[in-house]
Structure formats: structure tokens, C-alpha cells
RNA sequence: GGCGAGUUAGCCAAGUGGUAAGGCAGAGGUCUGCAAAACCUCCACCGCGGGUUCGAAUCCCGCACUCGCCUCCA
């Protein structure tokens, strides 16, 4: 498998060290989902996990939910209701949503709140290490304790500020000694989540919660970091200056993964914009197939324009392609090497299903294994397939984390 | 400022060195009392300029333009 590296900008070969492959892919802030711009970056990681798995290498994929988080407080104030309640129920939709696309369960779910202990453990470890500093309650990550802060990003710590300064962010916040500092730990404004900490009663700052949960289930080194693209600055840069300076194990992640952002009516699809596609409203109107299909026309790094007709188009094709497709015994067959080819050139998806589509037109049974890879079901029966996609874990109900939130309000 | 994606017919789009898939729209035809549907046929100087090659949409160099992302965000 060789995928592209953001961090170098070249494509990289992945495999080349012992045990399995450690991949955590950057999840949801679960307060509006899940539109088709998740769905986007969640199925190319389910076929890049298929396509791993059917070569028999062994994967252990992580993917978090950030459920403690300002917008998601902001939003259950507006919406009445608490923020662990709203996060549980928005975290639920998202499961059934990707369970309806025929999405494979992670096979780590773990959500913010729930790491907090280890969250104070590695704030701690960064303080004490001299790369972090308390100022007002607040504990700040120091961007100068590390030589490369922008090496991910690509952004002189000049074109940072600028860019922040651009974007109506705070570079002269009096508590912070650099403009790039970020928070680890934040004290809690009345009404807000809290849990007891060193620092005071307070809650994680972004960034953080991620470097906590992917060194806490996969260790120093993982060997891809996934998610959409728009992470690239400041989350995916901090989280390396994070795990780097606790562990001293650098490339933090040997492969970083980055999936291109979807646009819909002329703007990026995004929640604080309101122009929303959701997964379950497409459901009502088209299969899952239809929708996998759309998704996986485009390579997962190209940005595109959402646009009605293309899923319609989708589903044609995806109708021809049901119709001419002889029924299969057993699970006969695997994938053909052109399959397997174009997944592993950089999961080549649109070439994968070109392949898929002669296969089915010339009657070759190993159409049903290649469909399996790409999670189609093509017109299969409710089977052992699609049951599959129920192993979504609930990540909510393990007691033995230790969470202290008080009652918040 | 950086990074990324892209530029192929009216539109969408495949193509990964051997004289351009497919879909939509359009035109003509078969069929039909008429129409629809279905089926058949037709419709491309591959952004510009160099280079490599027997041969380039495809590789190399340069240029132009479009779009996206960059401390809310997958």
C-alpha cells in the first residue's frame, strides 16, 4: 500500500515494520451531523481499512469523538438541553448514519470526555517538561519549546500569525507569550463542563484530546493520521508538536492521510455554514450503494462540488451495474490484482470501480469479492456483509473511566 | 504567504507512452395512428509554449488560468 504523505508531499510506501498497522483517523465534533462530507473521509478510510484487511494485514484503527468542545456547549444551550446528552445522541445518529453506508466499525471509539485522566497526565508531562506554561487558570502549549512548529502545514511562524490574524483569531491575547501558543487546559466559564485537575476545576483545551487518545490506544507512533483536510492547521501541527515533545518519538505519525474538503452551493460544505447535505436525508432518496458509489468517484484527496445530478448519475450506474451482475455462489474468488493495484496506488477508488464495472460486464464471479472490498453490496441480501456494520461499539458506557463532571448548571 | 486539486466535446467525465471510455443534453433514424419509452447512428484540433520519443492527453521544463484549504470544521 502506498499512500500520500502530506507531512513529506510524496507517496510513501506503508508497510515496513512488524505488528499491525496503527491508524487513527480524526472523528467527528458530534453536535450537527453527518453530512456527505463525512461520509467522504470516513468511507475512504473504511476501504483503505478492507483493503489492508483482505491482504491479511493486521489494522488497529482508532477514530475519536471530540464531545467536549465550545460548540458543542454553545449548541446545547441553544438547543436546551445538556452537553453530554446532545454529544450522546448526535454521536448515536452519526454510528446509524455510517452503519447505513455499510461502514465498518473502528475498532477504538473513544471519546474525549472519557480520557481526561489521561488528558491532565499529558498536560502534566508537557509542563513539567518545560513545554508548556499555566498563565490564568489556563495552561498554554509553548510553540517555541519546539524547532518545527509549521512542518506539517508548511507555514513559516510568520504566515501562521498572518493567517490567524486573518481569520479574526486572538494572536494578542495578553495570557499567551507567543501569538501561536495554544490551550491544553482551559478554566470553565459558568455553566460549562468541568473536571477537577492541577490547575483547577477546568476542561481540555482542542488538540489535546486527540494526542491523549491516539498515544493512549495506539502508542508513540502510528502509522497513518487521518482526516479532513481543513485539519492540517492548527490541529494535526499541534497534535505533532503534543505527542512529539511527550514521547521524543518523531515522525509521530509515519503517513499523514488528508481528505479533500467537499463544496456544496459554491462554499465548502460545512456545519457553521449551514449548507448541509446529510447522509440521512440522501437515504430517504437513494440506496447506500448510490451514495458509496458517488463518494468513491472521487479520489479521496480531490476537492469537489456536491451537486444533485452526480448521485443521480451514481445511481444509474450503480442500477446497471446491479442488473447485469450475475448472482455468486459462495464468496468465490478474491479481488483481481488490477483491484488490488489501484487501491494500492494511493487507494485509487474511481479506477478501482472502473475495474469493478468490467468485471460484472464480462460475467467474471470475482466481481462479488471487489465488490465486498469497495463495501457495495450490489444487491446482495441482507447478509453476513451488511451484519457487519452493526459492530459500531458504544463508546459511552465504560464505568471504569473516571469522570467527574458536576452538574453544569 | 503556504499547501493541495484541477484545465479533455454544450455540460459532467474516463484516460498512468501506441492514433481519445462512458453519461447527460443535442441531431438524425428504426418502431408507432401521434407521442413517449426502447434501440441504432452522429457529435473532441485533449489550457498555452518548448523538450524527450519512431510515437505524447499521457513523461520532462516553463507559463497561464480556475478552484479549494489554512486556530468553528471531516
Redesign the pocket.
Known sequence: MRL?N?ET?AVQPLEGRDGPIRIY?????PYD?T?L??A??YVAFDVLVRALRAKAIKVRYVQNV?DV???IIRRARELNTTWDRLATKETALFEADLAALNVHAPDVFPRASQTIPRIIELVSKLEAQGHAYRSDGNVYFRVDSVTDYGRL????RE???????????D?ADPRKRD??D?VLWQRSAPGEPLWASPWGEGRPG?HIECSAMALQHLGDQIDIH??????????HESEIAQSESATGVRPFARIWAH?????YR????????RNLVLVRDLLQRYDSDSIRVLLL???Y?????YEE??LQ?AQ??TRALQQRSKPVNAEEGAPPPAVRE?LE?DL?T??AL?VLRQLVEGGDARWRATADLLGLGLGKASSSEMGKTLGWPAPFHDPSNDRRVRPAR
Do not use: N, Y
Open positions: 500520500h502530506t508531499g483517523v480524526c472523528g467527528i465534533t451531523t453530512h462530507g463525512h467522504f473521509t471530540t468542545d465550545d460548540d502545514s508548511r507555514l513559516s504566515a501562521m500569525v498572518k493567517v490567524s490574524g486573518e481569520r479574526g483569531a494572536p501569538p501561536l495554544f482542542w487521518g482526516g479532513g483536510s481543513d485539519l492540517i492547521f492548527p490541529h481528505v479533500g474538503m467537499l463544496r459554491g462554499e465548502k460544505m460545512s456545519k457553521s455554514l468517484r472521487h479520489h484527496r480531490e476537492p469537489w462540488a445530478e452526480q448519475d444509474e450506474w489501484a496506488d485509487d474511481p479506477r472502473d
